[in-house]
């Protein structure tokens, strides 16, 4: 080889460009372009049906993935700010699942498959915090814990004895670390106000729902990126829940709604006086009621007058279980639990005198003429929320008519989606991420605007992940390969945190 021959320069190379020419514009422009390319790829991918962020996931273990969207803001970058996600999902417990119940779900309901499509969801919304309920027991510590512990969560778990499912919390150890917890237990809670009879027992129906609290504190790693700045927010308090599911346990889920507002007060005080600061206060989960039904409005719209809907629902719940109190409990999973041994008393002479004995045909009736004394309880129930300086504003109530005004109070006047659970034979919305918050007795407790939300709480919403409508559903029930790996759908709302 002559090593006289000169090298050819690599200034000649073809698509080589003077640095004179790579201007800011030169650089936007390619950019575009090739955001262009990508961008004609996934729309290909999404007209033919292929999820473009699953293409690598088996078909069988893929899932309906849905976009977060954005609500316009007019944020303020001098205010030192720390945004959070926030996930509330029932994942449908291995333990309740019968074939019966879900007659096109086919494999999907296998557990080695069900489990790996919901540990996708997580890893591709990969929320800060998710609030998830019927978590069997058994998967909680032989997966759940496990699996998500590898994607950077810690977690606490509840459940009502030895119960085979209940709920959890997790969270990003990253961010975030826990301070305290409490359990609710709606069955032995008692309402420490003065009302008595059935806003205190709820007439011995013994439900087995619980409720789970934990404080959640900025880790230093966080609060240092603000040193210049006067932080006095410590993190966030936040509870889930899976309230009584019975049709006609409104009564009950009524009563259990008071109780969430009490003890994450109760909760938010003791956390405040031991650890002092300033504190966030969340709730979220499946709380088994419509944006119609008094359990939901009896916290979100005070002072809340039950119209006659709400009366006739009531009344009907409560007659209902004045006579299931006399011929035995109703549990959980919905199976009548065998009589125990009958011994007369005052209390038993009272239900039976008073109870309105019903062919209870539907929970929803159009019309029933409660006895004075189911009426006298449903004032009871009324006067109760109504001296209760609390509420809970629902996030998705606040924001979604923001984002997709086509699916927001299309059934309903508080500008909620249409539904977060399809099953084969109920859909409907029962989900709810709420923000609690104090309420003056005197005002009405409704927020029309993201601007009053963010003003009285230091809160702003940055997005909510999109909710189908029912339109979109197909026919048959979930879960179902290729859509969703629960009959419920996850919802997800992702915060802005004013801290100072």
Request: charge should be negative; include cysteine; glycine fraction near 4%.
């Amino acid at each position: 080889m002559n090593d006289d021959i000169p090298k050819k320069s690599k200034k000649g190379k073809k698509g080589s460009r003077n640095p004179v020419d790579i201007t800011p514009e030169f650089i936007a422009e390619q950019r575009a372009k090739r955001d262009a390319i990508k961008k004609a790829k996934r729309d290909a991918l999404i007209a033919n049906g292929i999820d473009p962020d699953q293409i690598d996931i088996p078909k069988d273990l893929r899932f309906i993935s849905r976009q977060m969207l954005e609500l316009p803001t007019n944020s303020n970058s001098k205010i030192a700010s720390y945004t959070v996600s926030i996930m509330t999902y029932n994942i449908l417990a291995q333990a309740l699942i019968r074939r019966k119940l879900f007659p096109t779900s086919g494999n999907a309901l296998k557990w080695f498959k069900r489990s790996k499509v919901l540990l996708s969801e997580f890893k591709h919304y990969n929320s800060d915090v998710l609030l998830l309920q019927e978590v069997d027991y058994v998967q909680y510590n032989s997966f759940w814990k496990l699996e998500l512990k590898k994607l950077g969560y810690e977690s606490v778990y509840n459940r009502w004895g030895e119960k085979n499912h209940g709920i959890a919390i997790f969270y990003k150890n990253s961010i975030l670390e826990i301070s305290d917890k409490m359990s609710i237990d709606y069955d032995s809670e008692i309402i420490s106000n003065g009302f008595n009879n059935n806003n205190n027992n709820s007439n011995n129906i013994i439900t087995k729902n619980v409720g789970l609290l934990v404080s959640l504190k900025f880790k230093p790693s966080i609060l240092s990126k603000f040193p210049n700045t006067n932080i006095n927010k410590s993190g966030i308090i936040i509870g889930t829940t899976h309230l009584f599911w019975h049709p006609f346990g409104t009564n009950t889920r009524t009563r259990q709604t008071y109780l969430v507002l009490q003890k994450t007060q109760e909760f938010y005080n003791r956390v405040k006086l031991i650890q002092g600061g300033e504190w966030f206060k969340f709730f979220g989960g499946d709380f088994n009621s419509q944006p119609f039904d008094s359990p939901y409005l009896s916290i979100t719209s005070k002072p809340i007058k039950y119209d006659e809907r709400c009366k006739n629902v009531l009344g009907c719940s409560i007659s209902y279980e004045l006579e299931k109190s006399k011929q035995g409990q109703v549990n959980e999973e919905g199976d009548d639990v065998e009589e125990e041994e009958d011994v007369e008393g005052d209390d038993d002479k009272k239900i039976e005198e008073t109870a309105n004995i019903e062919k209870f045909t539907t929970p929803v009736p159009e019309t029933f003429k409660p006895t004075d004394y189911e009426t006298n309880l449903i004032n009871q129930m009324q006067d109760l929320h109504n001296s209760q300086p609390l509420r809970a504003i629902s996030l998705y109530s606040v924001g979604y008519k923001h984002v997709h005004r086509e699916n927001s109070g299309l059934d309903n006047d508080k500008n909620e989606p249409e539904i977060s659970n399809w099953a084969h034979t109920w859909r409907g919305l029962l989900d709810y991420i709420f923000y609690i918050d104090s309420w003056d007795l005197n005002v009405s407790s409704n927020i029309e605007t993201l601007e009053e939300f963010e003003k009285i709480t230091n809160v702003r919403i940055k997005k909510l992940l999109r909710m189908p409508l029912a339109k979109e559903m197909s026919n048959h029930g979930q879960p179902h390969e290729g859509e969703y790996p629960s009959d419920h759908l996850c919802m997800i709302a992702e915060v802005e945190l004013l801290l100072e």
